[in-house]
């Protein structure tokens, strides 16, 4: 079996959809995982914000114009009058749902309810124009067997059980389709696997059905070596472990949701990026063995803030960084970069939800001194064959920047560098040079 996941961009146009639906026609038996058409999660998300502030006008304004989107989506994805028309009937029956929420109380349960509209519609309508087009498939309904327990963590057992379950009720069937992202919670609400999740769907059902192969299928041919929105001459990548993906992916890296890599590298399946504008090229393979050895990509990540606590405390103290970590435990608030010196800790976070509070726990073990607008420059590669040279190869090509904290020997995998984000752009492309355009 295989899991093929189509992200918003692939899904974005009836045309993209018809794309689609002939790189899916082939006889291997496979999963379909679908991502709302773009753009629709943000409409929702903006309807949920106006219903949240109780202006009904402005999200009925919105609803109206996501309707009519749709609506022109149906009229060219389809040929004939009576798909055409179970096409407008679908899409009135989700908009009419939609509508319901503006008359009533708007909660967290109101809001992912409204969430999931997204990647129903995407699927409903890839699925009758297979049927259009008399492409045997079968729409299984995420909501079905994707759960979420109550830490919001995958429910991977119930997930396996529930999917063969469903899967066997269509054992002729060789295609299926279902929604990315979309899932129950413990109490049997909806919930989703939150933004971008439709990945977690792809890698979490591979490896419920012990997928041959999960692919991702975007709009880029797989990991580049750099970001290519800010440096010339990236190069996609061909292979890549697991590992490094995690670290691209959690460091930056946007074609893949850092948390889809897990249980693909627990079931050892291999993970494909694809490009659907390109479906020619061999995109990166992502496994547990890579062949290339050395520094292999560059990816960077903004909105980072420095914490640095310094104490006289530290000194020949044992203790003082369970304190410390304990209160960004209290505040659920993760860690990126760590920095240690006898008498002081540096420390990143990405989420400053809680950062006063942070800042005033911080307060009693010592001073406290924050910087923000930050970026984590991440080097990712296998560095054990590589484990002479590679540090100063690094650090001779940064010598112009100035560089806030360093982190190196966490892994095998990773060396970080803390930059203003100012220097964000030149420290990219020098590195790119220096490290992939040497000879
Ligand atoms: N539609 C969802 C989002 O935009 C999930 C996804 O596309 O992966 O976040």
Not at 23 to 47: C, D, F, Q, W
Not at 285 to 298: L, Q, V, Y
Not at 400 to 425: A, C, E, Q
Request: include cysteine; aromatic fraction near 8%.
């Amino acid at each position: 079996m295989l899991v093929l996941k189509f992200g918003g961009t692939s899904v974005g146009s009836a045309a993209r959809m018809k794309e689609v639906a002939k790189l899916i026609n082939t006889p291997e038996r496979k999963i379909v995982v679908l991502s709302a058409m773009t753009g629709t999660t943000n409409s929702l998300v903006e309807i949920a914000a106006y219903l949240y502030k109780k202006n009904i006008e402005a999200a009925i304004e919105k609803i109206k114009l996501l309707e009519k989107n749709y609506q022109l989506v149906v009229e060219e994805l389809f040929e004939t009058k009576t798909f055409r028309e179970k096409g407008l009937e679908l899409i009135s029956s989700h908009f009419n749902y939609i509508k319901a929420f503006t008359q009533d109380m708007f909660t967290l349960f109101e809001e992912k309810a409204i969430l999931a509209q997204g990647e129903m519609l995407s699927t409903a309508l890839f699925y009758f124009y297979l049927e259009e087009n008399h492409i045997q498939s079968t729409l299984i309904p995420a909501l079905n067997f994707m759960r979420i327990d109550e830490d919001g963590e995958p429910n991977t057992s119930f997930i396996k059980e529930q999917l063969q379950h469903e899967l066997a009720l269509h054992n002729a069937s060789n295609l299926f389709i279902t929604q990315g992202f979309i899932c129950r919670n413990t109490f049997g609400e909806i919930d989703n696997l939150k933004r971008g999740g439709s990945d977690y769907s792809a890698s979490l059902i591979g490896a419920a059905v012990e997928a041959t192969e999960i692919q991702i299928w975007t709009d880029i041919d797989g990991f580049h070596n750099n970001d290519p929105r800010i440096v010339e001459n990236t190069k996609p990548l061909a292979g890549l472990s697991f590992d490094e993906a995690a670290e691209l992916a959690y460091f930056g890296a946007k074609i893949l949701h850092p948390s889809s890599v897990l249980p693909a590298k627990l079931a050892n399946i291999p993970v494909r990026l694809k490009n659907t504008m390109n479906p020619g090229a061999t995109g990166t393979i992502i496994c547990n063995e890579t062949k290339n050895k050395g520094i292999k990509a560059i990816a960077a990540k903004d909105n980072i803030t420095a914490i640095k606590i310094k104490s006289g405390r530290m000194l020949l103290a044992h203790g003082f960084l369970r304190k410390v970590f304990e209160i960004f435990e209290t505040y659920k608030t993760s860690i990126d970069m760590i920095t240690t010196s006898e008498v002081a800790v540096s420390v990143t976070i990405d989420d400053t939800k809680f950062l006063n509070e942070i800042i005033l726990d911080l307060k009693k073990f010592g001073t406290v001194e924050v910087d923000t607008a930050l970026s984590i420059i991440c080097i990712v590669g296998d560095f054990i064959a590589e484990s002479k040279g590679y540090a100063l190869k690094i650090f001779s090509a940064l010598e112009n920047i100035p560089i806030r904290m360093i982190s190196y020997g966490g892994s095998f995998h990773n060396v970080s560098v803390l930059v203003t984000t100012s220097d964000k752009k030149e420290a990219l492309e020098t590195l790119h040079k220096t490290l992939f355009e040497h000879d």
